[in-house]
Structure formats: structure tokens, C-alpha cells
């Protein structure tokens, strides 16, 4: 079956960077593109932006351009996004999501998500 | 960009009962539209996505209609394990984006 199994929660100061990893299983890896979405405390779901697995193609929504980036290791069948410059806004619940159509949803498959606490 | 509203925030019905969830596009997203419910402490999980086609393993009780800018989740007869959040979603156009919610509570 179709798993997506991030790493474990962090606690970070502001400035900081954190790298939360997402392996995928039950399927062909590199035939579906994985976009990661966040979720504040309390509040809804902001998508991210998202890598092409098959070719490593990233594209970020502006918010997180210059502090976001998403890599992916085909020989593992793992995806990383890695958030720089942090800030107490960016206490979330990250989630990386599988889609099948390039950039664009729906998302079928998500992983357990991976809470990631900004706090000096 | 094109903002989505789910309505009304929250919605308090009677077990056995119909639901009937609301969202809006700013802008025409044609059937790109997707319905998820997510759990206290789970992650989302894709119910519909074309509007109107149920995800894999999803019960028929559930069922969406709309394109354009209007959409519709209804849940014919609720079960216990209804109760949640549900959120839409649009596909039709760069950046995704994600309605704030209902909240699916019992009356």
C-alpha cells in the first residue's frame, strides 16, 4: 500500500533551519510528484509548493521563495524540504503529499505530517 | 489567485441526519475541485476530486456536485466518525488552494 512516512517533530530557535524528510513506499516513486502543505496550529492548509520527482523541478509559492527548498533522492525514494531563516509563524504541522497531476492536485496520499515548533 | 470559502464555518447536525457542506471559488475552476475531511490529529484525507468522483474506499454516503465557482459535499446519513473538518480544494490553476473549512459537528 502507499506510504508516506515523514521524520520526527522538532523544536527550533528563530534563524534556525530545519530539513524534514518524507520516504515513500507501495509505489513507482518517480511517477508522481510530491508537493508539501502546512498547517498552523488551529488554522487551515497552505500548499507550499512542489518537486518533480522524475526530474528534480521545483516551483515555490512567493511567500516561501528564498527560504524554501525541495530536493528529492531517487535512489532512496526520499523527499526533503528544508525551511531556512525560521520564525515563530512557522510553527506548523508539515505535511508532504502526493499528487499525480505535476503541480496541481487533488492530493490522494499524505504522510503523517511532522510538527516543527519555532520557539526561543 | 484564486481564494476558496467553505460555509458556513460550522455546522451542527444530528446523527442519521443530512449534511450539506458549501464552497465557493473566486474564479472558475471548472470540476478542479477536490473535498477533504481531516480528523483532531490525523492528517487530511482525499474524499472527491473532479467535483464529483469519490476517492478510493470512500462509503457513498458522500457525494459532491458543482463546477465553476459553486460546489456541494453532502453526506446523505451521518455516522459518528463523520464529525470532523472538511476542506475544499481547487486544482484549476496555479497556486492550489485550500478553502478555511467547516467544522462538522454534532448537534
Known amino acids: 500500500q502507499v506510504q508516506l512516512v515523514q521524520s520526527g517533530g522538532e523544536v527550533k530557535k528563530p534563524g534556525a533551519s530545519v530539513k524534514v524528510s518524507c520516504k515513500a513506499s507501495?509505489?513507482?516513486?518517480?511517477?508522481?510528484?510530491i508537493s508539501w502543505v502546512r498547517q498552523a496550529p488551529g488554522q487551515g492548509l497552505e500548499w507550499m509548493g512542489w518537486?518533480?520527482?522524475?526530474?528534480?523541478?521545483?516551483n515555490y509559492i512567493q511567500k516561501f521563495q528564498g527560504r524554501v527548498t525541495m530536493t528529492t533522492d531517487t535512489s532512496t525514494n526520499i523527499v526533503y524540504m528544508a525551511l531556512g531563516n525560521l520564525r515563530s509563524d512557522d510553527t506548523a504541522v508539515y505535511y508532504c503529499?502526493?499528487?499525480?497531476?505535476?503541480?496541481?492536485?487533488?492530493?490522494?496520499?499524505w504522510g503523517q505530517g511532522t510538527l516543527i515548533t519555532v520557539s526561543s | 489567485e484564486i481564494m476558496m470559502t467553505n460555509s458556513p464555518a460550522t455546522l451542527s447536525v444530528s446523527p442519521g441526519e443530512r449534511a450539506t457542506l458549501s464552497c465557493r471559488a473566486s474564479?472558475?475552476?471548472?470540476?478542479?475541485l477536490a473535498w477533504y475531511q481531516q480528523k483532531p490529529g490525523q492528517a487530511p484525507r482525499l474524499l472527491i476530486y473532479?467535483?464529483?468522483t469519490r476517492a478510493t474506499g470512500i462509503p457513498d454516503r458522500f457525494s459532491g456536485s458543482g463546477s465553476g465557482t459553486e460546489f456541494t459535499l453532502t453526506i446523505s446519513s451521518l455516522h459518528s466518525e463523520d464529525f470532523a473538518l472538511y476542506y475544499c480544494?481547487?486544482?484549476?490553476?496555479?497556486?492550489?488552494?485550500f478553502g478555511q473549512g467547516t467544522k462538522l459537528e454534532i448537534k
Open positions: 507501495g509505489y513507482t516513486f518517480t511517477s508522481y510528484s
Open positions: 503529499v502526493r499528487g499525480n497531476r505535476g503541480q496541481l492536485g487533488p492530493f490522494d496520499h
Open positions: 474564479q472558475n475552476v471548472n470540476s478542479n
Open positions: 473532479g467535483a464529483s
Open positions: 518537486i518533480s520527482v522524475y526530474n528534480g523541478n521545483t
Open positions: 480544494q481547487q486544482y484549476n490553476n496555479w497556486p492550489n488552494a
